[in-house]
């Protein structure tokens, strides 16, 4: 007999969910899971809308399984706690980002990379480790384990921290593991979107020169006024471009499609790195020449691990940062998934779960 996901667990949940790849949501009743030893409980006050959730809910990495509750951008306040919690309790501002799972024994997990294990289980459109659906959090209740639980520090407002569950690690990871962090250096962000205008604020915070580089000249006032960085490059501009060759030690780059590396290679000084963090469903091509001269390097990042989640929370709090945020109702979410689209946000797009999601809606 086949359960259906109202049924399948003992607590009721509602969400909204894309039913296909036409990437529309709409509301939805399941269920999740009564909160186990060791698990967290929390009601959701506030969700992130990630261009990760748009690539899923149109399927666009190929990946996708219907419905899809996305959203892995979540806080909210613990509701109930399993008898073997030993870090939270209840009335705790918590948040969860983008996985929920992992094996604990694989040597990633024994290095705190619980996000390159290979048996990472992502908070929505994963299998959980009994088998149903993972669920994210455009939804009312979420129920995780302890250990991907993130504690919110109290100075920080919960809707603006939300996006640094997915935005903040995946920007603040590379930064510190590719040695990008070194007060005077010079980095470059290329996108300036939900995870470039964070990773602008923590490159900031540590010390380095940034520069946003950017197709977007209108975006250059607030990049350097309000974001605080140092200079702005249009990318399209082939004299300013050219007078910045050879100039950066590195590249962050979260430009969500498909774009030229040629032009970003040649701003790196020799044995620079350009850091791929944003996911393009289509491969980018990787001129190799421009590399070998200059030794120069491309990686990628993913995420972080929890230990280093809770670091770049702390982090944040200690330096006041925080997305700059449009919060919009639930009922806004398609109009906010077309304006995700064209780029149509400053910087990141926060749902007003808490008050407006009514399961009678
Ligand atoms: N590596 C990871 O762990 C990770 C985590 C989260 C998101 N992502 C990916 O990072 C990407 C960015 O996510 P986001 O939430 O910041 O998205 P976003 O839509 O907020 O920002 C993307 C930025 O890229 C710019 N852009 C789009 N197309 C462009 C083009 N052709 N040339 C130049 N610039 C262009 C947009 O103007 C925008 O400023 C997405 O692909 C997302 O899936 C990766
Ligand atoms: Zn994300």
Redesign the pocket.
């Known amino acids: 007999m086949v359960v259906s996901t109202e049924q399948e667990h003992p607590k009721k949940a509602f969400g909204w969910a894309a039913r296909d790849s036409s990437g529309v949501l709409s509301p939805f009743k399941f269920s999740r899971r009564e909160t186990g030893e060791k698990d967290v409980s929390f009601k959701v006050l506030y969700c992130g809308i ?3 959730d748009l ?1 899923m809910a149109k399927n666009e990495w190929g990946s996708s399984t219907y419905p899809l509750v996305p959203g892995h951008e979540i806080v909210g306040v613990v509701t109930e706690v399993g008898s073997k919690v030993e870090k939270f309790k209840v009335g705790d501002k918590v948040g969860v980002g983008c996985m929920v799972g992992s094996c604990h024994s694989c040597d990633s997990c024994a290095n705190n990379l619980e996000n390159y294990c290979p048996k990472m289980i992502l908070t929505y459109g994963s299998k959980y480790l009994d088998g149903t659906t993972t669920y994210g959090g455009y939804s009312d209740v979420m129920v995780a384990d302890e250990h991907f639980i993130v504690r919110v520090p109290d100075s920080l407002p919960l809707d603006g921290a939300a996006p640094l569950l ?2 903040g690690i ?1 920007t603040y990871s590379p930064l510190r593991y590719f040695g990008l962090d070194k007060p005077g250096m010079h980095v470059g962000v290329v ?6 205008h964070v990773a602008v604020k923590f490159a900031k915070a540590m010390g380095v020169k940034v520069t946003v580089i950017s ?2 000249p209108n975006k250059k006032e607030e990049a350097i006024d309000h974001l605080h960085a140092d200079s702005f490059l249009v990318s399209r501009d082939q004299d300013q471009m050219q007078a910045a060759l050879g100039t950066m030690d590195g590249i962050i780059d ?4 498909v ?1 030229p590396l040629l032009p970003l290679i040649g701003l790196l000084k020799s044995h620079g790195k350009l850091v791929m ?4 469903e289509k491969p980018l091509e990787l001129p190799v020449f421009p590399l070998l001269v200059g030794r120069k390097i491309v990686g990628g ?3 972080g691990g929890m230990k280093e989640t809770q670091e770049m929370i702390d982090f944040a709090a200690k330096h006041n940062i925080t997305a700059d945020i449009e919060v919009v109702p639930i009922d806004y979410l398609n109009t906010a998934m077309e304006r ?1 689209v064209k ?1 149509d946000v400053r ?1 990141r797009f926060v749902i007003d779960i808490g008050n407006t999601l009514k399961s009678s809606s």
């Open positions: 990630c261009h990760s690539h997915c935005a995946t996108g300036l979107g939900g995870l470039g197709t977007s979260t430009v969500s499609a774009h963090i944003g996911a393009p990042s993913c995420i995700l780029a910087y």
